[in-house]
């Protein structure tokens, strides 16, 4: 991942994902600290990603062409608390919720489907933040999924034989089981000037109920202006 | 990918609270049912000549209706409780799946043999919550509506919908025609029909009271019976006249 991130004015910065900008994954992301005393700090998240495969340009341009009615959104909001408990140490809970969805078209031989599939998810994250040395932060955090739940509402119609056409539409909500999906990572984080390396090992990461349960490397390069 | 494997994706969220659909049949099909078994019209005289207005103008309407089963005998089949094939495009469904669905039957062509392949005769749609697939059949339980959308028969247009609950034996529908115009004039006419595979009832009013007509085909055309509270008549239908055995 490659991020920038511009403070706007006090207390507020937004910021991108560059690598994911870069191949059609548009991506915002807004943070406002709005409430600041000694110790403690609150703010408050707001993001958004859009992806069409219209724009996903590493893919052929009629398959770009054939997917080009679908989008994919995700908005994520989060309430962050902070303490800083000493000048080495800190103190973090998240309590975020995250929408995606998936809708649009697709059409195959004399088939036409339409609708969306999507999640709501609300989540906790803890995380123990620690200074050990002069621009060098060690991350202790995870991810502890509160709720989540998906659904499907499609539509979908076809040419049973000439002169006939069958169709359907369904649209349905389930709860996922998410008990003990939590995710768990530790990052190491390198600070020179704006320039910020994160490498991270991340176990148990998950995309709705399905858990990797093996432990997953990840590096993150980002700016802070 | 088909449309059936679309809902079988979707038939994974089997235990999901279903949100829309046709829901609660607005009429009473018992009721409607207890009306054909006891007629309270009485023949006579002065009924008479009402009466067969009556028979004529059903008569039409049942015309209508074998028309559309001639090109399409799968809709009488699904009427009469028999569970309607729709070939292979069901073959991805491996396991029952019940879900809201409809099949749209284009009205015919031109030539009254064949359906007219732009829908631009207008069509016939079935709608139903419970629409079952289960061994590469489809089938329609329970209650379900039927929609004629400015469906062009001949010279007759036919616009308007029937609540149906099919059973196992055949079908109830209560009949609301908005339009129905062409030989025969109706214009918000409200009829009831019980469709079996040997015969279609429709309930006649003539002054307020009931009697019952049963149509079907034989070799020698559409015969009918009329069936009162004092007694029942067959019926000779040709094209240019109604003939019964009062």
């Not at chain 1, 919720?97 to 004399?110: H, I, K, M, N, Q």
């Not at chain 2, 009485?42 to 001639?70: A, C, R």
């Not at chain 2, 009697?211 to 009162?228: H, N, P, R």
Request: aromatic share 12%.
């Amino acid at each position: 991942m490659i991020r920038a991130e511009y403070g706007i004015y006090k207390d507020a910065e937004i910021g991108t994902n560059a690598a994911h900008d870069a191949i059609g994954v548009v991506n915002l992301y807004g943070k406002y600290m709005f409430y600041s005393t000694g110790d403690f700090s609150f703010s408050a998240n707001l993001g958004l990603k859009w992806f069409n495969p219209k724009n996903f340009w590493i893919l052929s341009a009629e398959k770009r062409d054939e997917l080009s009615a679908v989008n994919v959104y995700m908005i994520p909001v989060a309430l962050t608390g902070s303490y800083v408990a000493a000048d080495w140490i800190g103190l973090h809970l998240r309590l975020g919720y995250t929408f995606s969805t998936v809708d649009g078209a697709l059409s195959e031989g004399d088939a036409l489907a339409e609708g969306g599939v999507g999640g709501h998810e609300v989540f906790l994250q803890p995380a123990l933040t620690m200074y050990p040395l002069e621009g060098v932060a060690v991350i202790l955090g995870a991810q502890l999924p509160v709720y989540s739940g998906v659904y499907v509402n499609t539509y979908a119609e076809t040419e049973v034989y000439p002169g006939v056409v069958a169709g359907g539409k369904v649209k349905e909500f389930q709860k996922l089981d998410v008990k003990e999906m939590n995710t768990l990572y530790l990052a190491v984080q390198l600070c020179w000037g704006s320039l910020n390396l994160r490498l991270t090992a991340t176990k148990g990461l998950r995309f709705f109920n399905e858990h990797i349960k093996t432990v997953l490397p990840g590096a993150e390069v980002f700016w802070r202006f | 990918m088909k449309i059936f494997f679309v809902l079988l994706i979707a038939a994974v969220f089997a235990t999901c609270e279903k949100e829309e659909g046709i829901g609660e049949p607005p009429v009473d099909f018992n009721g409607i049912k207890a009306s054909f078994s006891s007629p309270t019209g009485v023949y006579d005289q002065s009924t008479e000549k009402l009466l067969m207005k009556e028979i004529e103008e059903l008569s039409h309407l049942y015309e209508v209706f074998e028309k559309i089963y001639n090109i399409y005998p799968d809709l009488k089949k699904l009427l009469s409780g028999a569970a309607s094939q729709v070939s292979g495009a069901l073959s991805t469904v491996s396991s029952p799946l019940t879900t809201y669905g409809y099949i749209k039957y284009s009205c015919p062509g031109a030539d009254m043999k064949n359906p007219a392949l732009d829908f631009k005769k207008g069509m016939v749609k079935i709608e139903s919550d419970e629409l079952k697939i289960e061994n590469n059949t489809v089938s329609f339980n329970g209650y379900l509506k039927m929609l004629f959308e400015e469906c062009l028969i001949e010279g007759d247009l036919l616009k308007g919908v029937s609540h149906i609950l099919v059973e196992s034996d055949g079908a109830v529908l209560d009949f609301e025609l908005e339009d129905f115009t062409g030989e025969t004039l109706f214009a918000d006419f409200r009829v009831s029909m019980i469709v079996s595979a040997e015969k279609t009832s429709f309930l006649a009013y003539v002054g307020g009271y009931s009697f019952v007509v049963d149509f079907s085909y034989s070799s020698d055309g559409i015969t009918a019976s009329i069936k009162a509270s004092n007694g029942q008549w067959s019926c000779e239908i040709t094209q240019d006249s109604v003939k019964c055995d009062f």
